[in-house]
Nanobody, 118 residues
C-alpha cells in the first residue's frame, strides 16, 4: 500500500502562485509515474502534469509555461509550482502515483482545493 499526503492548496488572486506538494510513503515503486490531476465542478478529472522516476515530464497544454512539476527522491515527494494562475485553474487537485504502465491501479490523494478568484 501507498499513502499520499497532499498540501499547498488555497485561495489566490489571478496572476498569483501556489505550490502543491504530495508525499508518498509505504510500498514505493522503483519505476513509477507521479503527478497531478484536477477536477472542476461539473467536469471530468483531467491530467495536469506528471513526472516519472526517469524524469520524463508531461504537461497538459493548458498549463505549459505556467506550471512546473518536480520531485525530491529523498523525500518521495512531488511538487507542482503553479504560476500565472487563472480562474479556469480552479479545481480540486489530486495527487496520483502508480507503477509505470499500471495507471488503472493508481493511488490517489485526498485532493486539495485550489481557487483562483479576485
Amino acid at each position: 500500500q501507498v499513502q499520499l499526503v497532499e498540501s499547498g492548496g488555497g485561495l489566490v488572486q489571478p496572476g498569483g502562485s501556489l505550490r502543491l506538494s504530495c508525499a508518498a510513503s509505504g510500498s514505493i515503486f522503483a519505476i513509477y509515474v507521479m503527478g497531478w490531476y484536477r477536477q472542476a465542478p461539473g467536469k471530468q478529472r483531467e491530467l495536469v502534469a506528471t513526472i516519472t522516476s526517469g524524469d520524463t515530464l508531461n504537461y497538459a497544454d493548458s498549463v505549459k509555461g505556467r506550471f512546473t512539476i518536480s520531485r525530491d527522491n529523498a523525500k518521495n515527494t512531488v511538487y507542482l509550482q503553479m504560476n500565472s494562475l487563472r480562474p479556469e485553474d480552479t479545481a480540486v487537485y489530486y495527487c496520483n502515483y502508480h507503477k509505470l504502465g499500471y495507471f488503472t491501479s493508481a493511488y490517489w490523494g485526498q485532493g486539495t482545493q485550489v481557487t483562483v478568484s479576485s
